[in-house]
């Protein structure tokens, strides 16, 4: 994940490693790149911190260092577990909407049998919707239109449009 995509999950990551076992601002940054975001920019961690703080959810101490200065400590608070439980639930939520979202992915891949240059799947199934579903028969392929400098979006050679 990019640093802007783990951003806004900073405060549920590190009021999850805290409750795990208390850590300064480096140590944590450490252990949220092996937990898979490697990508989290020191600045946005420590600004995560200072909220999460200043919300009730963390407490700090400067800790005596063995090997440099002392450094910040971090510790949850009873507002923090609740506010960790509240999070919880929320991805929870989230994973059962990607679950399906992916499924549904899936099939429509697997239904088409194809892929684009990139290897990634073509919805190419025509036709009614099954229950709970939108119709792809107004999938049209259609180039990608490039405007300006490249951003990224060259890559698309399928949109999907409605009529």
Not at 81 to 110: P, S
Request: proline content about 7%; overall charge neutral.
């Amino acid at each position: 994940m990019s640093g802007s995509d783990v951003r806004g999950l900073l405060p549920p990551f590190l009021l999850l490693l805290i409750c795990e076992r208390p850590g300064h601002g480096y140590d944590l940054i450490e252990r949220l790149a092996r937990m898979g975001a490697s990508d989290a920019e020191p600045g946005q961690v420590y600004r995560a911190l200072r909220s999460l703080e200043r919300a009730g959810h963390l407490a700090s101490a400067w800790v005596a260092s063995e090997a440099g200065p002392a450094r910040r400590r971090y510790e949850l608070t009873t507002g923090g577990m609740a506010e960790l439980q509240a999070w919880m639930r929320r991805l929870t939520e989230v994973r059962q909407l990607l679950e399906t979202c992916l499924a549904r992915w899936t099939r429509i891949t697997q239904e088409a049998g194809g892929q684009d240059e990139g290897g990634r799947g073509l919805p190419a199934r025509r036709g009614p919707a099954g229950p709970g579903e939108e119709s792809l028969a107004s999938c049209e392929p259609v180039p990608a239109v490039q405007e300006g400098p490249a951003t990224g979006w060259e890559e698309a050679t399928w949109v999907r449009t409605r009529r």
